[in-house]
């Protein structure tokens, strides 16, 4: 017999979404609602009058006694197993209650519920959540999982107080934003936080986010609220944070405000040690301040250079084909100046001020104009010209102009690796070389006078050869005016004869002149003037010099000079000078010994080590093995009244020319001096 | 001229100087003629023709002095004036010893030398 509920019940019955059904003491279904027909899988037809136990298979969690719960409290609630009409089985959440119907028979009323779907759906979570609680925990950033529902409520507050501008109000109240950290509640963080906030221990990692921001990190969070409540999707700043035990140190945060979870008040962090890269920045810190240190502590004027305008300059110059810089700069000089102006100092070391004569660094920086002295310009050029084809550094000795009005010589040396070169920077060093140079031209000076002083003594000892020289066109000048009067003083003055005699004395009087000039040119002090010069055409003048001294000692002389003999750099001079000294002395080393028949034999050769030679050959008594080791001493002379000056004058002269000399003897007796001088440079 | 002009023979290696004596005395009337050394003067021939002898002393091969000493050795006793652009100690004396009249040291006054020929020939007329 069916208790079906009266017909409103029913439509009430079999709208409900859950399985109901009723059953009697025995167990037999008495209702059967159309959830229950769609949960099991039998009809009302099927289902009614069945032994629900039987029908469904019900089976109970063991020890469960679900019956006597039933009689001794009137309700029941559990899972059971059972089996739908399929054979699937289900798991079911039952709810019973005890009834007694109108006759007082016990009846059980009891809503199931299908768990099997929510028990899928529990376990795909439960999953999700266990990958992402692996994830959580696995990430090396820090995650924590907080719940700011109270702050809003003290946002809430603050809205109803008329605070409209939150930052402000941040920014003036930094205790507000404390308490807004206390109010902040931490629910989960994973095992990156516990290792980096924690130092490894949970426990202090369970109440609120304050403890773990520095003082100095208020604004960090005010924005942080402030990115929240004005519906940012995520912040992310560098920070100061700090651990449980109150070390601090930097780290990346970054809030996702995901608008559900927000809505929940609920937040997720994450955190990034960054100390390694604030360590790598302050390594580099480090580095330029060692650099910088360097740089100001260097007993060397560095000057840092701005040349991006030189790059320009360059690029230019490029652009319209130009690959020879030199060439151009032949071309068009004014091209110096305007580098110059391209080439800015924008920092100075200490040294610069002392070595540049300035108080304060502000009068150094600028173009490198000042520092250059117009005629000077060579070492400037050559560094541009260095710059242009790409090479890293260039040097030269220099003089340049302080900021004080004063001249200074300096080694100018550019320090400019292409890559360094290319950002526009460019390093520029000086180091005073005053000293140096003063040193230089002092011995340099001293040289001069040296070899003036050989000449001087070598003109002593010439000066009856001299004197004849000069006498010589003397006396056939006065000897021909005087006939030329006699011409003219007679009754019929023979004008031809006295026109002949004038053009002769004129002659006589120029050779003359230019003999004095040449002796003159010799015994003047003064510096050495280095010019292009033929050894061959000196050997001749030098020759000229000595006519009659060769004639007087009645030597013979014989020239080889090499034909097309390249020029070497010298002051003409100073190597006449030389020749003389070397043939007076070699016509002194036979005179002295007396040789009958005295030869003299000057040649010149380019030698297979690409130097030119010239050799000076007698064929006098040659000179003692003892006195080699002194030929080029000082004071040291064989001569009876000789000073000695004549040889290492010489040795100096030929020295500072760059070459060498020589002496030896010849293998069939006779002396040979030889010197050799380099050829100029390349160019 | 009613006579020939006595011949003067110059015998000086340089030869600006020696063309300038060889006017010098042509200017004075004389003949002059000039040597540029003193082989030239023997080989010439003039050293028996020439009225008065003025040479060098200092030159290649053979000197003033020397060339006197040979000429004197050949009993050839012409008058000489030698000329010298180097005045060296004891020149005198042996210029003196060789026969020479005059020893002139150059630069010279040509005056000075012209009087030294007149005094070894008669002036002309």
């Not at chain 1, 054979?87 to 768990?115: K, M, N, P, W, Y």
């Not at chain 1, 091209?335 to 102006?341: D, G, I, P, R």
């Not at chain 1, 060769?550 to 001079?573: E, F, K, N, T």
Request: a negative charge; hydrophobic letters at 45%; glycine letters at 8%.
């Amino acid at each position: 017999m069916s208790t079906q509920p009266p017909p409103d019940t029913a439509q009430w019955f079999d709208g409900v979404q859950e399985s109901i059904l009723v059953r009697d003491a025995d167990g037999r279904i008495l209702a059967w609602n159309q959830a229950s027909a769609e949960l099991y899988g039998w009809s009302r037809e099927q289902a009614l009058g069945r032994s629900e136990a039987e029908l469904l298979g019900t089976r109970y969690a063991p020890a469960e006694d679900a019956a006597a719960a039933l009689r001794d409290t009137g309700t029941w609630r559990g899972e059971v197993l059972r089996c739908n009409a399929a054979g699937r089985q289900l798991q079911v959440e039952l709810r019973c209650t005890l009834l007694r119907d109108a006759s007082g028979a016990v009846q059980v009323i009891e809503t199931g519920r299908d768990l099997s779907e929510q028990r899928q759906t529990e376990r795909a979570l439960r999953h999700s959540e266990y990958r992402y609680r692996n994830l959580f925990q696995a990430m090396a950033a820090s995650f924590w999982e907080l719940d700011f529902s109270a702050v809003g409520a003290m946002l809430q507050s603050l809205r109803k107080a008329g605070v409209t501008d939150l930052r402000a109000h941040f920014s003036a109240n930094p205790g507000f934003v404390r308490d807004m950290m206390r109010a902040t509640r931490i629910l989960d963080v994973n095992e990156q936080t516990v290792a980096l906030f924690g130092l490894g221990d949970r426990s202090g990692l369970m109440d609120n986010v304050e403890p773990f921001w520095a003082e100095g990190s208020n604004d960090t969070y005010a924005e942080s609220v402030i990115a929240a409540v004005t519906g940012q999707p995520h912040y992310v700043a560098e920070t100061r944070l700090r651990r449980i035990d109150g070390s601090e140190f930097d780290g990346l945060f970054t809030a996702c405000f995901a608008p559900e979870a927000v809505g929940r008040g609920k937040l997720l962090i994450g955190v990034i040690d960054i100390s390694e890269r604030k360590q790598a920045y302050e390594e580099l810190e480090r580095s330029e301040s060692r650099y910088r240190n360097l740089f100001q502590a260097m007993a060397v004027s560095f000057l840092q250079l701005e040349s991006s305008g030189l790059n320009r300059l360059f690029a230019e110059l490029r652009a319209q084909g130009v690959t020879d810089l030199h060439a151009y700069i032949d071309q068009h000089p004014e091209f110096l100046e305007k580098a110059m102006e391209a080439s800015v100092v924008i920092d100075v070391n200490d040294r610069s001020l002392k070595l540049l004569g300035a108080k304060d660094r502000s009068e150094l920086l600028g173009p490198v104009t000042k520092y250059w002295i117009p005629g000077h310009y060579d070492a400037f050029r050559g560094s541009i010209e260095a710059g242009f084809r790409r090479e890293a550094g260039f040097q030269a000795e220099t003089r340049k102009r302080t900021v004080d009005g004063r001249e200074i010589d300096v080694l100018f040396f550019v320090t400019a690796p292409p890559e360094m070169r290319d950002k526009g920077t460019v390093l520029v060093g000086n180091i005073d070389i005053s000293e140096q140079v003063a040193a230089r031209a002092a011995l340099r000076q001293m040289q001069a006078e040296l070899a003036h002083a050989g000449r001087v003594t070598m003109l002593g000892e010439l000066t009856a050869s001299i004197a004849h020289e000069v006498n010589q066109p003397l006396a056939a000048i006065a000897t021909n005016g005087e006939a030329g009067l006699r011409w003219l003083g007679r009754a019929v003055p023979d004008v031809e004869e006295a026109r002949t005699l004038l053009q002769r004395m004129i002659a006589d009087a120029r050779r003359a002149a230019e003999i004095i000039a040449r002796i003159r040119a010799m015994s003047l002090r003064r510096p050495p003037e280095p010019v292009p010069l033929g050894l061959n055409a000196l050997v001749q003048e030098a020759v000229q010099f000595l006519q009659h001294e060769l004639r007087a000692q009645q030597a013979r002389l014989l020239l080889q000079l090499a034909p097309a003999l390249p020029l070497v750099q010298g002051d003409r001079v100073q190597l006449q000078q030389v020749i003389v000294n070397l043939v007076v002395n070699a016509l002194q080393a036979m005179a002295q010994a007396d040789v009958p028949r005295r030869e003299l034999l000057i040649e010149t050769r380019l030698t297979a080590d690409r130097e030119v030679e010239l050799a000076v050959l007698d064929n006098g008594p040659g000179i003692p093995g003892e006195h080699f080791g002194k030929l080029f001493e000082s004071f040291f002379s064989t001569k009876p009244n000789g000073m000695g000056l004549g040889l290492p004058v010489c040795r100096s002269i030929i020295e500072a020319h760059g070459g060498r000399i020589a002496a030896g003897n010849r293998d069939d007796g006779g002396a040979r001096f030889a010197v050799t001088l380099p050829l100029p440079a390349a160019a | 001229m009613s006579q020939a002009a006595p011949l003067i023979s110059i015998v000086d290696d340089d030869e600006s100087l020696k063309l300038a004596l060889v006017g010098l005395v042509r200017s004075f009337g004389y003949e002059g003629r000039g040597h540029a050394s003193a082989e030239d003067f023997l080989a010439s021939g003039d050293a028996g023709r020439c009225a008065c002898l003025v040479t060098d002393l200092h030159m290649p091969g053979i000197g003033g002095i020397e060339l006197l000493q040979r000429l004197r050795a050949e009993g050839n006793r012409v008058p000489a004036v030698l000329i010298t652009a180097r005045m060296l100690p004891g020149l005198e004396q042996r210029a003196r010893e060789a026969g020479a009249r005059c020893l002139l040291p150059k630069p010279f006054d040509p005056q000075t030398l012209m009087r030294c020929i007149e005094q070894v020939l008669p002036p002309l007329g």
